[in-house]
Each structure stands twice: as structure tokens, then as C-alpha cells.
């Protein structure tokens, strides 16, 4: 009997909120294989998180070469075969990752969990688009031999906001989100209001989004000049530590609040007809959602009803 260490690979290649939906997979992955050496696949903008989390012992990098790339596509051929993986957990499950189940080949392939044709552990449920998220993980998991999977978790994180000197009990909103999809946003000016809002109550609201969402807290502190900006300031280990001491988040649907759930925050989040809060929402007990087929319509007071201000 061979005494060598099993080697598992994970796959995940982002986005925010898909990667950090996947983390409670990823948790149930290191119980059920825990003797196991375990590496993650993904790309560039999530490899830091990778690393900090205990759920993987290495990381890897996807560049996701192309078929315009052929010499991209043997290296990382030959670094998948290298790795001498038993089992791959498609946790992507897009053309792009059943695609490396077929770039392993031919010959003998480790047991792979996904719906790659010629899977070992398929995932078969016809309606899997049809499911949220982390049903259809879980659902995937089990298919392979793992009963219990936790809903993601990033209370583990560790990131340092002594520097932002905050109060206890501010409030963290997240107006921002995808450029290009304008029709997922409430408007900056309702969260303006609702900034002013917090303020009368006696709590800090807090902004937080990359730095090209700086003009939607400008607009939110012309309402509200006690409403602290942090936009450009926070990387994600930040985002998660912030949420873990916040009263509240209020966003919209975008990574950053399904980062700020994980991290254990009470949340409100914001849907447009867009999307289907049905498929994505974050989960949790103090996780509220409101959806409006046209996010400006939705008033302020709904938003302010559904946490306590003061």
C-alpha cells in the first residue's frame, strides 16, 4: 500500500463573489481530505486570498491560455500532469475548466468532480443552472462522496484597520459594482440619504469600493458630509475585517458583499431585475434582500426598515 500523501486540486477562477461562495466547499473539501496535500487553481486577482486561507496548502496561477497560445497551453498541460492530482474539484464548472479535464489527457485522469464530460463524479442534476449557488455546490459535493458543506466563512481573516481609527458600530456602504452594468447600482444620492440617516442616529457610515467608485462616495458625502470614505483603501483581507466589527452592510449586488457576509456582518443587499437573488444572494441568518425591477425606485425608507439605525 502506498503511503504517499493524496493531492487534491481545486478549481476556481473568480469572480469575487463566486470565490467567496465557494470557500464553504472549500472548507468541506479540507475536512473530508484531511491528510491531503491541497492546491488551488485561479487566477491572479484572488491568488493573495488563496494563500491566506487554511483551507490550501499551495496556489497556483491560471493564466488561462487560449488556443492562440499553444505554448501556454503545454505548460500548463505538463503542470497538471506534474502534479500527480488523485482527484480535481471542478468547482468553476465553465467550458473554460472542463476544457483542462480533456488538456490532462489522453491516458489514465485523476477522479474529477464537475460536469466535464467523462467526469468520474459528474454532477448530472439537469436543473443545476437553475439552482443557487451554493446548492449547486453542495449538491455537486455530495455527488462525490462529501455530505456536509458549511456556508462561507472569512471570520478567519486578519486584516489591520487600526489605521482607519473607526468607532465601534459604523455602518458600511457598498454602492459601487460592475462599470459596465450601471442597471445593478441604487442610485449614489438614495445612499446619500441613507448616510444622513445613520448620522442623525449617531453611527459613522463607511464607504468602501475600489478607487474608480470614489465619485459615488463624493455624491454620498454631499449628502452626508459625517460619511468616512474609504474607497481605494481597502483590500479584501480589510473589507472582511471591517465587516466583522460593522453594525450593518448595505449594497448592492456585487463581490464585496458577499465578502462582507462571509466576514459575519448583518447585511442589506440591493437587486435589480439584472439579477436573481434566487441564484446568487449571499446567505446567512441576518442577511436581508430587496429586489426592485428598477433599482431607483427603491426608496430609502424600505432600505432604512429593514436594519435598526439608532
Not at 192 to 218: D, F, H, K
Request: net charge neutral.
Amino acid at each position: 500500500m502506498s503511503l504517499e500523501r493524496p493531492r487534491i486540486l481545486v478549481i476556481k477562477l473568480g469572480a469575487l463573489g463566486d470565490f467567496v461562495q465557494a470557500l464553504g466547499p472549500a472548507k468541506a473539501i479540507r475536512a473530508h481530505h484531511a491528510d491531503a496535500g491541497i492546491t488551488l487553481l485561479t487566477t491572479a486577482p484572488f491568488a493573495g486570498l488563496g494563500r491566506d486561507c487554511p483551507f490550501f496548502d499551495r496556489v497556483w496561477i491560471d493564466e488561462k491560455p487560449g488556443l492562440a497560445d499553444p505554448a501556454g497551453l503545454f505548460r500548463l498541460r505538463r503542470r497538471l500532469l506534474e502534479g500527480s492530482f488523485t482527484r480535481v474539484y471542478d468547482l468553476q464548472t465553465s467550458d473554460r475548466s472542463g476544457f483542462y479535464f480533456k488538456l490532462m489527457g489522453p491516458g489514465r485522469r485523476p477522479e474529477w468532480s464537475g460536469i466535464a464530460r467523462g467526469a468520474s463524479h459528474p454532477h448530472r442534476n439537469p436543473e443545476r443552472d437553475f439552482m443557487h449557488t451554493l446548492d449547486r455546490q453542495a449538491e455537486q459535493l455530495r455527488d462525490a462522496g462529501i455530505g456536509e458543506v458549511p456556508l462561507p466563512d472569512l471570520t478567519w481573516i486578519k486584516g489591520d484597520i487600526s489605521r482607519f481609527g473607526l468607532e465601534p458600530g459604523y455602518f458600511l456602504l457598498i454602492p459601487g459594482g460592475a462599470a459596465h452594468r450601471p442597471e445593478k447600482r441604487w442610485p449614489a444620492a438614495h445612499y446619500g440619504e441613507l448616510a444622513a440617516r445613520i448620522a442623525a442616529g449617531g453611527a459613522t457610515p463607511v464607504v468602501i469600493g475600489s478607487a474608480a467608485e470614489t465619485p459615488l462616495a463624493s455624491t454620498i458625502r454631499d449628502h452626508c458630509p459625517e460619511a468616512v470614505d474609504l474607497t481605494g483603501k481597502t483590500a479584501l483581507p480589510e473589507i472582511a475585517a471591517l465587516a466583522s466589527t460593522a453594525r450593518h452592510a448595505i449594497g448592492n449586488d456585487t463581490g464585496p458583499m458577499h465578502v462582507a457576509v462571509a466576514g459575519g456582518c448583518p447585511a442589506t443587499i440591493l437587486y435589480s431585475a439584472a439579477s436573481d437573488p434566487k441564484l446568487t444572494a449571499p446567505r446567512g441568518a441576518k442577511v436581508t434582500v430587496l429586489r426592485e425591477e428598477n433599482l431607483a425606485d427603491l426608496s430609502v425608507e424600505d432600505v432604512a426598515a429593514t436594519f435598526p439605525i439608532r
